[in-house]
């Protein structure tokens, strides 16, 4: 009979093989975790869209029972809802009306402004449903700027709602914009909900908005939303207004103010 005789071999890793699979792992990770991260930031750009489809939904069954006009915070007299600042009444009346009750659609997850906790209600619970509640206007920043005063016969490009942070230049700020400068939705009449890095003809042609000058040619392309939204003169009552919340760090420049910032004429 034969006899063999087994060397027994130590398991294990050479000093080189850990590094080696150190290195990979490294660049593996280098790559994935920014796809990730990039991943997130459209799936919940996404969700975001979605939500502002919804509102426009509900703004324009708004309008079916209101002589078509959609959500106007001037002509919704504290009886109906009782609000210190004029745009929280723009969510608040459709809310009222059973059209959009989840608090979730107004807030953007990755906004910074976001406090990472939703509030319970956009109104207080009762019979009569005329008070907005506490913690849905407390120290909240909406992630939407919103028209007033748009009507159904309106053009579908009218624009009736956008990300917060749109500044007259047609840029999004770095400091207050819901995704910084990156970029923002704009919703508009018609239905529509589009991203733009920029509303800015010259950067990003033809332009997003129309004018609204009814006495001019009215065929250039404005960066400013004021002069998108219906204006019937100077100083007219009837002007549409854009409202939004002032952002946690008190930028300047924003056009969306809490009790209206007037339509303008357009170029």
Known sequence: MLSFSHRARSVGFTLVELLTVIAIIGILAAIIIPTLG?????????????????????????????????PDPLLISNQVLAADELVWKWPGVLARDNLVTDPSFYFARNDPAFSGTLPPFILKPGADRNELHEDFTTGRTLSWE??????????????????????????????????????????????????????????????????????????????????????????????????????????????GTPNGTAATAGP
């Open 146 to 255: 919103f028209v007033g005063g748009v009507k159904m016969g309106d053009p579908a490009t009218t624009p009736v709602a956008y990300t917060r942070g749109l500044r007259a230049d047609g840029t999004w700020s770095a400091t207050s914009g819901v995704y910084r400068d990156a970029g923002g939705f704009v919703g508009f009449l018609g239905g529509a909900v589009i991203f733009y890095p920029s509303t800015n003809p010259e950067t990003n042609p033809p332009g997003v908005f129309f004018s609204n000058n009814r006495t001019g040619s009215g065929t250039s392309r404005p960066a400013d939303v004021r002069e998108a939204i219906p204006f019937y003169g100077e100083g007219a009552a009837n002007n549409s207004r854009v409202y939004g919340v002032v952002p946690p760090s008190g930028e300047g420049g924003m056009l």
């Open 38 to 70: 990039s991943v997130r930031e459209k799936a919940q750009r996404a969700v975001d869209a979605n939500n502002l489809r919804e509102i426009l939904k509900a703004a324009q069954l708004y309008a079916a029972d209101h002589q078509d006009r959609l």
